[in-house]
């Protein structure tokens, strides 16, 4: 599964279905009998990037490990409304049991994959890389950034303790930009780059000064961007540029062209629309 833990995955779905179930699913319980064998099939209601598939399959591989999921098109991929995403057969009971959580992971996760691809599409001819955030689901963020990826984006930073990013509070403890990156490289050495928002001329090249690797910009319009990416570009050769916040669809190219290296974007990951997913079940 790429870069996924299957082993993290198949903890995370173990607690996602005891949540949902609890002491069991007392409406298929009392309805349907035991034993009784059905087919399901995952049914896309939009066009769509899929992802999640191999998250689905795992929801009911741990209720059953016998259950497979037989799929029609592959994470990653693009595909249009009406077409059958995957089908399963098994005990009505398991699929039932089932279907919720793996219906919620597709849905949420299919979203995100779209929403990175149009940003992706959005940029489409730039230098420009679309990254996403720590502004994560709190359980969800290894399948969450993962659907980044199959949507054409790429992983920022996974947690706190696999980069170096300095933001607005770190600087206000630390005594300002230049010291809270020269603390940083003498406590971590060179094998660490340094990321430092600057908010303003000052600060940058107050960053540049002391070698920042790679410098943030947050919330300016695209003319002040392209301003301060030129300046950037004259005081150093190899620092990079991050630019994040009020990104959307309609203005994420204008940023692009000014020069941004990469734009972070939270609302891939905190604010995409679930996709029209539907799982359709019949007794054999």
Do not use: C
């Amino acid at each position: 599964m790429n870069w996924l833990d299957e082993g993290a995955l198949y903890s995370q779905i173990s607690v996602f279905l005891r949540e949902d179930l609890g002491r069991g699913d007392i409406t298929t319980q009392s309805i349907i009998a035991r034993n009784t064998r059905a087919r399901g099939r995952f049914l896309a209601g939009e066009k769509m990037i899929v992802a999640g598939l191999e998250a689905a399959e795992e929801v009911f591989m741990t209720l059953d490990s016998e259950q497979q999921i037989e799929a029609f098109a592959a994470d990653g991929e693009e595909i249009e409304g009406g077409k059958v995403i995957a089908r399963t057969t098994g005990f009505a009971d398991i699929l039932l049991a089932g279907e919720r959580v793996a219906l919620n992971l597709l849905q949420r996760l299919s979203g995100i994959a779209t929403l990175t691809h149009q940003f992706v599409k959005a940029v489409e001819g730039t230098s420009t890389v679309i990254v996403d955030t720590r502004k994560t689901t709190p359980g969800l963020r290894m399948l969450e950034k993962y659907a980044v990826q199959l949507g054409g984006g790429r992983s920022q930073r996974f947690g706190l303790d696999d980069a170096v990013v300095i933001k607005a509070n770190h600087i206000a403890v630390a005594g300002g930009v230049g010291e809270a990156v020269r603390k940083a490289k003498e406590a971590l050495g060179h094998l660490h780059k340094i990321e430092v928002r600057v908010a303003n001329e000052r600060e940058l090249r107050e960053a540049l000064k002391y070698e920042a690797d790679v410098v943030l910009f947050e919330d300016l319009d695209a003319t002040e961007l392209g301003r301060l990416v030129g300046l950037s570009r004259e005081l150093s050769a190899v620092a990079k540029i991050e630019y994040s916040g009020n990104v959307t669809l309609e203005n994420v190219r204008a940023f692009a062209e000014a020069g941004a290296d990469m734009i972070s974007i939270a609302a891939l990951t905190n604010s995409a629309r679930a996709m029209n997913v539907s799982f359709q079940m019949q007794q054999f």
